[in-house]
């Protein structure tokens, strides 16, 4: 398994903008399909966007999609998440994830980080 640490949350105004990063250890981050979810207090963990290993293919949720970016530097072990026109209800704990299949399900996806808080205010 990989190791991933978040940074890059934090208090943002309604409208807008957070960068997400997530470290991963190891040697073996290019094999993996690296992803972020979020969790709002008293909601499930649900999928945000996931991006292929090379970085040519990206996945969105409806609810982000034109607004959040996916990106990764294999060269550096870390994935970005770039968030514009952030909204209120985007206030949630994000979670970098790692796992070696395309997938939008918890299950999908092995390594985790620990979480960082998002909280946009209106």
């Known amino acids: 398994q990989v190791q991933l640490v978040e940074s890059g949350g934090g208090l943002v105004q309604a409208g807008g903008s957070l960068r997400l990063s997530c470290a991963a250890s190891?040697?073996?981050?290019?094999?993996?399909?690296m992803g972020w979810f979020r969790q709002a207090p008293g909601k499930e963990r649900e999928f945000v966007t996931s991006?292929?290993?090379?970085?040519?293919?990206?996945y969105y949720a409806d609810s982000v999609k034109g607004r959040f970016t996916i990106s990764r530097d294999n060269a550096k072990n870390t994935a970005y998440l770039q968030m514009n026109s952030l909204k209120p209800e985007d206030t949630a704990v994000y979670y970098c994830?790692?796992?070696?299949?395309?997938?939008?399900?918890?299950?999908?996806?092995?390594?985790w980080g620990q979480g960082t808080q998002v909280t946009v205010s209106s």
């Open positions: 994830t790692a796992g070696m299949i395309r997938g939008t399900e918890l299950t999908d996806f092995g390594s």
């Open positions: 190891g040697r073996t981050f290019s094999t993996y399909y």
């Open positions: 991006i292929s290993r090379t970085g040519v293919n990206t």
